[in-house]
T-cell receptor, first 112, second 112 residues
Framework: QKEVEQNSGPLSVPEGAIASLNCTYSDRGSQSFFWYRQYSGKSPELIMSIYSNGDKEDGRFTAQLNKASQYVSLLIRDSQPSDSATYLCAVIPSGSARQLTFGSGTQLTVLP | DTAVSQTPKYLVTQMGNDKSIKCEQNLGHDTMYWYKQDSKKFLKIMFSYNNKELIINETVPNRFSPKSPDKAHLNLHINSLELGDSAVYFC???????????FGSGTRLTVV
């Protein structure tokens, strides 16, 4: 069983819409949760981190964490074509020497 | 100034050859990592070094060996390259993994 699972997509949304990206993880003791954005041919860049249950907002991005359901999501409001990228969910599982474990990513396309 | 730099950016080589990829970070971070990203965008941890000590060594073939001459450098040496080694290799660093990683720009390795 994969430790971190994401729908691979592709996910397409029109410009200005809300994009919703989802991620589940298998280790209930996971400590920290991250969303990375990766443009084609580029390296992953950190866009959000969340540690506690609930919502965390940063500009157009909102991360949501539900530890009971082992679920983390990323909402992108007012989606722009420049948001088109692969979004990688990552967690630090328990007992992992604080190693980031990544999901396989969701490819998002924002249509003008 | 580039925070985490990798060289070379592209590497094409024949099966059976030995090659190295270099990584340097100027962030003063204590821990450095090597990740392999396959064609499906899945990022998998290979090694990490903390203050010149190996703290994680995932089940990678022993043809792969990390070498860290100092805290700012973590090089990856690969012996007897195989077709399946073709991938993008990312170096990363962190001061506190709970704050996420900073990735280098990646090295695309193609074995022919």
């Amino acid at each position: 069983q994969k430790e971190v699972e994401q729908n691979s997509g592709p996910l397409s949304v029109p410009e200005g819409a809300i994009a919703s990206l989802n991620c589940t993880y298998s280790d209930r003791g996971s400590q920290s949760f991250f969303w990375y954005r990766q443009y084609s041919g580029k390296s992953p860049e950190l866009i959000m981190s969340i540690y506690s249950n609930g919502d965390k907002e940063d500009g157009r991005f909102t991360a949501q964490l539900n530890k009971a359901s082992q679920y983390v999501s990323l909402l992108i409001r007012d989606s722009q074509p420049s948001d088109s990228a692969t979004y990688l969910c990552a967690v630090i599982p328990s007992g992992s020497a604080r190693q980031l474990t990544f999901g396989s990513g969701t490819q998002l396309t924002v249509l003008p | 100034d580039t925070a985490v730099s990798q060289t070379p950016k592209y590497l094409v080589t024949q099966m059976g050859n030995d090659k190295s990829i270099k990584c340097e970070q100027n962030l003063g971070h204590d821990t450095m990592y090597w990740y392999k990203q396959d064609s499906k965008k899945f990022l998998k941890i290979m090694f990490s070094y903390n203050n010149k000590e190996l703290i994680i060594n995932e089940t990678v073939p022993n043809r792969f060996s990390p070498k860290s001459p100092d805290k700012a450098h973590l090089n990856l040496h690969i012996n007897s390259l195989e077709l399946g080694d073709s991938a993008v290799y990312f170096c990363a660093s962190s001061q506190d993994p709970m704050d996420g990683y900073t990735f280098g720009s990646g090295t695309r390795l193609t074995v022919v």
